[in-house]
Structure formats: C-alpha cells, structure tokens
C-alpha cells in the first residue's frame, strides 16, 4: 500500500516565479492538508481540501492556492514567489469523517528554494 | 506568543536514557495531542496520541497530557541512537483529521 507521495523531490525557482507541488494521498484517503515547514520549525498549516473544496485555511497568502482533484490528489501553487517560501511543504492526508481518531499521515515534501 | 511552545534544544543524551520532551500551549480549545517524529529529509510520522487530559504508554515511549496546565510530555525510556531525531508536538480542535498545530520541534541525539 503506497504511503502519500509528493512530487517533485526538489525544486529551485527565483523570485516572482510561480510554482505547482502535486501530491498524492494515501490510499483510502480523501482529505488532503498542506503544510510549510521552514528550517528549524515545526510545520505550519497552509489549507485543507475535501470533497474538492477548501475547508480550512491557515494564516497564509492569498497567493497560495491550492486544488483537489475528482481522484483526492491535490495541488498546491504559490505565485510571485519570494526568498520567504524557500521551505520544505509537506502534504498529509486523512479521512475526512468518521472514526473517533482519524491520523494524518504525511509525504516525504517537497523541498523548495527561491533564489 | 506562539500557540505551542516546545523547547528546540537540541537535547544530546547517552544510550539507555529516560529523555523526557515538552510542550506548553496557550489555547485551551486543543482536545487532540500528538508526538510526531522526524527524521532527517523525511516527513513526520506520528508515534502517539491522546485525546484530552491523561497518561497513554505505548512500549518505551510514555504521553502524557495536563489540561489543567497546559502541558504536554513525551517521554523514552532506554532510549536507542535509533530515536535520534526530531521530535514535534502538535494540537488540533475538535476533529483529530483537521488543522495541526506544532510546536518548534526539539532535536534528539542519542550517543552510543
């Protein structure tokens, strides 16, 4: 059973750029959450999708945006890119109801630089 | 002030050490508590959760959660080189699949 996966592995990019990092959730899965974790911090939430539609958002730019897709995979874009967005994010996911304790499973990242 | 405060250390202990590991929150609205685990270039991976206050052991590794003072422990006995990682403690409201709030993470090394 393939854990959640994310691509790309790395990712370079220089400022005002645009970016897309995929994920895929476990499967069984149909809630998918996005984090960004800087150097030396814990992971922050950026947003949550389910059922295709943002559920929940973190205290994060419009400029992140993100998309779920018919299949529970997701996508998250950041536009105009700065030097601040250099970090690891991570894509965990979920069941969205049910259960008493529903664990969040996450991907290995993506890890972004902005130059 | 951060809703979760964790100690970064970094924490360097001998082989077969009692390491114990914290956090303190400020939002008394946290039912759900969690310790994840990190390895060097991976994702976390959860190693124990509690809902609300109390104790849950699970092999050497010992949650514990007072609501009352807002703080939460982690604690490995006989701890391995294996456990060497970074530890994140992180909170979520009212559903356990929603929005996870972490603390800064506290680096573990275990020295053989």
């Known amino acids: 059973d393939a854990g959640v996966t994310q691509s790309p592995t790395h990712l370079i990019k220089t400022r005002g750029q645009q970016v897309t990092l995929r994920c895929s959730p476990k499967?069984?899965?149909?809630?998918v959450s996005w984090y960004q974790q800087a150097l030396g911090q814990g992971p922050q939430f950026i947003f949550q999708?389910?059922?295709?539609?943002?559920?929940q958002r973190g205290n994060f730019p419009d400029r992140f945006s993100g998309h779920q897709f018919p299949n529970y995979s997701s996508e998250l874009n950041v536009n105009a890119l700065w030097l601040g967005d250099s970090a690891l994010y991570l894509c965990?996911?979920?069941?969205?109801?049910?259960?008493?304790?529903?664990?969040?499973?996450f991907g290995p990242g993506t890890r972004l630089t902005v130059l | 002030q951060k809703e979760v405060e964790q100690d970064p250390g970094p924490l360097s202990v001998p082989e077969g050490a009692i390491v114990s590991l914290n956090c303190t929150y400020s939002n008394s609205a946290f039912q759900y508590f969690m310790w994840y685990r990190q390895y060097s270039r991976k994702g976390p991976e959860l190693l124990m959760y509690?809902?609300?206050?109390g104790n849950k052991e699970d092999g050497r590794f010992t949650a514990q959660v007072d609501k009352s003072s807002k703080y939460i422990s982690l604690f490995i006995r006989d701890s391995q080189p294996s456990d060497s990682a970074t530890y994140l403690c992180a909170m979520s409201y009212g559903t356990s699949y929603g929005k996870l709030t972490f603390g800064q993470g506290t680096i573990l090394t275990v020295h053989p």
């Open positions: 499967s069984g899965h149909d809630t």
């Open positions: 999708y389910y059922e295709e539609e943002e559920r």
């Open positions: 509690t809902y609300s206050s």
């Open positions: 965990a996911s979920s069941l969205g109801a049910g259960g008493i304790y529903n664990e969040q499973f």
